[in-house]
């Protein structure tokens, strides 16, 4: 089977992620979401459809001896997939790797439909990435384009390059390693976002931004636990300028703080939550985007896609 039909361009260019030396992309309106410390070590990620219930995983696992494709793919079919009928295998080219697309159906209602990509050219053995998704019958069958489409956006990235790309909304990018993106955002009120994360001082700063569909903060936290209520204050945000509103909230003991701020950008709101662990007692204010090593990752490795 050929992916040469299923051009990644579109994805790419309005969904996509970059991290841990991975590229994948996704239709408009789905997400990612980082996995679960109980999860498998080789899940580097999960994948969620637009208000749909498709359940999809990303895998990568490397083993210190070279694959035979054929053999990981009947295997995967008799071992994985045992509970599965009407098992076909194909064979296919993704990021010019061998590939393999193994599609069952359980119990006539139930569909699963997994891309195996196996890159020998590795030092000391081969990687194996795995792409799944599980979903009713009838959905996958209409949506096979899709997930043909995500898998051939599957492209190995240099080791030091994290980015969130949106469309319509801000998007990350970080090429020296320092920050990574982590996980995406959704929840009631929320639309497109995501968080990232990376070194500043002693500890660690998580910075989270997504659109939002109200401008209350009530309406997202318990407004007795910030201190002062509300601030007016300057935020200096991926190029530009903005008027902001802010809360903050710091524990000295437990060394943390966070502010949390909302603004406006081309008529649409704006949540953007600052989170610092080992913050120093000098820096327990509502300041936090004006220390400038985080002023500085706020106006450089955030930017507007239009």
Known sequence: MTLTEYSADSYANSNMLIVANTRMALPEGWFFRARRKSDPKQILFWIHNAGGKVIGAYRVEHVDFSLSGPRVAERFAKTVMKDFGDITVQRTDVDNSEAYIVNGVKDGRLQRVTGLILDNNVRNGTVLSEITFVDDKAYVDQNLRAFYTILNTLKTTPHSLSERKLKGSFSFKSDDGSFQWISDEHGRWQQKGFTVVGPVGNGALFISIQQVATARFADFYKMELFDPKEIQTELHFAGNSYPARAIHRAVSKEEKA??????????????????????PPDTLDPAIHEIPEVRAVLETKFYFDN
């Open 258 to 279: 966070s502010t949390v701020f909302l603004f406006k950008h081309e008529g649409k709101d704006y949540m953007l939550k600052l989170y610092r662990s080992k913050t």
